[in-house]
């Protein structure tokens, strides 16, 4: 009879050893699906998460969220090639959260944490995220808006004092030439 200790480890397959970058590859092609699809685009959102959940399924915790950071870095340099730093920061942040929240609660629920409570924390980190978001959008807006208020501004006659001024008299008409 032979123990376990015995038996040699299974052999990895060799799609295996490329799943976690095959997956955020897949990730990051749903995601980018948003901009290249103009109406069909908008389910590559939801489904760029697909990848990663399925690798956190089979392989754990630590697998999808590797998937996860490798999908916001393809995401960010195909964002700072496109449109500049600041379009691609914005795009690894969203990225981010639709990735990772939803691999992180099936990273926990693989860990036998309620899957209750689970959902419960990623219905409250979703609604966080949003927020976040909407915050620093507009708090970015706010302050490309500002403008000091020193030194002040040159002021303008009024429209009604500049119109006074540049009035003809009452009676006169322009002479045809």
């Given at each position: ?66 998937a996860c950071a490798m999908t916001v870095a393809i995401v960010l ?24 929240l939803p691999a992180a609660t099936v990273g926990f629920l693989r ?38 208020s020193w030194p002040p501004r040159r002021s303008r006659p009024k ?19």
């Amino acid at each position: 009879m032979t123990s376990s200790s015995d038996e040699a480890p299974a052999p990895q397959s060799r799609v295996g050893r490329f799943e976690i970058p095959v997956a955020a590859l897949a990730a990051a092609t749903a995601f980018s699906a948003v901009f290249l699809v103009p109406l069909v685009g908008v389910l590559g959102l939801p489904l760029s998460a697909v990848p990663a959940v399925r690798l956190a399924h089979r392989r754990g915790l630590v697998a999808g969220i590797a998937a996860c950071a490798m999908t916001v870095a393809i995401v960010l340099g195909l964002g700072w090639a496109a449109g500049g730093a600041g379009n691609a920061i914005a795009l690894a942040f969203m990225a981010a959260g639709a990735t990772a929240l939803p691999a992180a609660t099936v990273g926990f629920l693989r860990a036998g944490v309620d899957p209750s409570r689970c959902y419960l924390g990623l219905c409250i980190a979703g609604c966080a995220f949003v927020a976040a978001t909407f915050a620093i959008r507009s708090l970015m807006l706010a302050a490309r808006n500002w403008r000091p208020s020193w030194p002040p501004r040159r002021s303008r006659p009024k429209r009604s004092a500049w119109l006074a001024t540049s009035r003809r008299p009452r009676g006169s008409r322009r002479q045809p030439s």
